[in-house]
């Protein structure tokens, strides 16, 4: 079991240039999401998935886009990246299941925005 | 809405002793209640949850966390801090659905030996 993994690592991009962050979950779990992490800030939620072909927005979610075409994916897209937009992504999937509800991280992505 | 408001970014302590970290949450509906550790370029890792089962909540690594109700706390603690500790602790709210979690600034807890 690999867990959540998330692609890629690391990314710097410059103003206006377009990407896609990959989640990926070998667990088969249902929930999906996205956070942003911030200095002083603690994590955001960006967008998440209740299931495959669903999405909804979080606090956070303008100037991102989202998809969940198959399970175990939930991609993150920048149209036009921006400098407020340079943070630690990270994606979490959900096990729902009563005490062993929790949500399981990935290793989250650094992306900088020049 | 539901907020969560941790105090102190930073907590130092020695080796050996208590660790107290602080939570207070905001919501309007019964809460669900967690904490998280993050080390260092990693991911979070869930430490313990509260679902109103019980008001005392043991985690791992020798965690437990209260939840007083007529406080709005659900501060974090460990009788005796060990150096692997160290780290930075979130704690976060969120609606008994979906798990839309609402986080806290974080503390960073210190260990010296």
């Known amino acids: 079991n690999a867990g959540v993994t998330q692609t890629p690592k690391f990314r710097v991009l410059k103003t206006g240039q377009s990407m896609t962050l990959l989640c990926a979950q070998d667990m088969n779990h249902e929930y999906m999401y996205w956070y942003r992490q911030d200095p002083g800030m603690g994590l955001r939620l960006i967008h998440y998935s209740v299931g495959e072909g669903t999405t909804a927005k979080g606090e956070v979610p303008d100037g991102y886009n989202v998809s969940r075409l198959k399970k175990q994916n939930f991609l993150l897209g920048l149209e036009s990246a921006a400098p407020s937009q340079t943070s630690v992504y990270f994606c979490?999937?959900?096990?729902?299941?009563?005490?062993?509800?929790?949500?399981?991280f990935g290793p989250g992505t650094r992306l900088t925005v020049l | 809405a539901q907020s969560v408001t941790q105090l102190g970014s930073h907590v130092s302590v020695s080796e050996g002793a208590l660790v107290l970290l602080r939570c207070n949450y905001s919501s309007s509906v019964p809460p669900y209640l967690f904490w998280y550790v993050q080390y260092p370029n990693q991911g979070l890792q869930l430490l313990l949850k509260y679902t109103s089962a019980a008001t005392l909540v043991k985690g791992i690594n020798g965690f437990e966390a209260e939840f007083k109700k007529s406080e709005t706390s659900f501060h974090l603690t460990k009788p005796s801090a060990h150096m692997s500790d160290a780290a930075e602790y979130f704690c976060?709210?969120?609606?008994?659905?979906?798990?839309?979690?609402?986080f806290g600034t974080g503390t960073r807890l210190l260990v010296s030996p």
């Open positions: 976060a709210v969120s609606d008994t659905g979906f798990q839309k979690l609402v």
């Open positions: 979490a999937s959900r096990y729902r299941g009563g005490n062993l509800d929790t949500q399981y």
